[in-house]
């Protein structure tokens, strides 16, 4: 699910994760990161702020921005109502795996050209998600809705911030830098199911309700207070997700579903002899995990494909995809190849 994502990501992206919404921005200018950024909320929201950066270090490139800009404002509909509807549906998915109701508000976009320190073009993306994070005896955790997998892309970052009243108690993976209650995850980062995982506790200075248990001091969640920066998916999915949003097609997809394990039943890639017999009993077709469903595909198609191809053949999320054929890369499995703006996966040429 996201999230990326963010998934969440990032793509996650969150994507994130991902997320229909990189159609919608075909003429945007090519972005060099982004930034995702979730502020959790002490009532379990989170305002999810995404920002889109593009380098603007040649005159060419400023006056490509301009007119991108010009476009942008007087049809903002264009870019905000895919991203609106995208992520509604991501935040639906998460509301379905996790059992919380949640919905998604507040959406808003806006495009600026910061001059310090460097001139970059931002677009930014934010919008309000309830019941982001679980809360049980006055704590909050942020990481179920990151399922199947989330991650950001190299150049990226995800970041997550503490709500006021609260500290970090457990987080994981550890993040890249915490800036009091700021944790910044740097890409290429590559999340582990329902991760990242962050729990957060009432400080002592938190108040205490009229039931007795801590709450934190009254502020309000609106997608204006935030200062952006990136986050899966996430999508994270963000992100996830890994979100989303991301400028390449495999951080593109922030609606992750939960990656399939080995138990997973899937199709039998060899016929069986329906009238081979032997001594046990309940004898069936051996169950492939999905490593051994890469590698039988990548054999049935000469040894190479791309990997935007093979999310589209077993029907995974980007981000999951990505982290299987990273696995299967490390392990010398398979060889992961950059070819323009797309990733193709080869068996190594010595065990063909």
């Not at 051994?292 to 198609?301: G, I, N, S, T, Y």
Request: net charge negative; hydrophobic share 35%.
């Amino acid at each position: 699910m996201l999230v990326g994502v963010l998934a969440l990501v990032l793509l996650g992206a969150v994507q994130p994760a991902a997320i229909g919404i990189a159609s919608a921005q075909q003429s945007q200018p090519e972005t060099d990161n982004t930034v995702t950024r979730i502020e959790v909320h002490a009532n379990g929201s989170a305002t999810w702020t995404l920002q889109f950066r593009t380098r603007l270090d040649t005159a060419d490139r400023v006056a490509e921005y301009e007119a991108f800009q010009e476009q942008f404002r007087n049809d903002t509909g264009r870019y905000l109502d895919p991203f609106r509807d995208r992520m509604r549906g991501v935040v639906a998915n998460a509301e379905n795996a996790t059992g919380r109701e949640m919905t998604a508000n507040g959406f808003r976009a806006s495009t600026r050209i910061q001059e310090v320190p460097q001139r970059w073009g931002v677009v930014t993306y934010e919008f309000t998600w309830t019941n982001f994070a679980a809360q049980q005896d006055g704590t909050l955790a942020v990481g179920d809705v990151f399922q199947g997998g989330f991650f950001i892309a190299a150049d990226d970052r995800l970041q997550v911030e503490t709500p006021p009243g609260y500290e970090t108690s457990r987080v994981e993976p550890d993040p890249d830098s915490r800036d009091g209650g700021l944790l910044t995850w740097s890409g290429r980062e590559d999340f582990a199911d329902g991760q990242p995982t962050v729990e957060f506790e009432p400080t002592d200075s938190a108040t205490t309700s009229e039931s007795g248990s801590p709450t934190a001091p009254t502020r309000s969640p609106g997608p204006g207070g935030l200062t952006v920066v990136a986050g899966l998916a996430v999508l994270a999915l963000a992100a996830f997700l890994g979100v989303v949003l991301y400028r390449r097609r495999e951080a593109a997809d922030v609606d992750d579903q939960p990656a399939a394990t080995a138990t997973d039943t899937a199709p039998a890639q060899h016929d069986t002899d329906s009238g081979s017999t032997g001594e046990s009993r309940g004898e069936e077709t051996p169950v492939l995990t999905d490593e051994e469903r890469v590698v039988a595909l990548l054999e049935e198609h000469g040894g190479r494909m791309r990997q935007a191809a093979l999310t589209d053949e077993f029907d995974w999320s980007a981000s999951k995809t990505s982290r299987l054929v990273g696995q299967l890369a490390e392990e010398g499995t398979v060889e992961k190849l950059r070819l323009g703006r797309e990733n193709v996966v080869a068996l190594p040429e010595d065990s063909e």
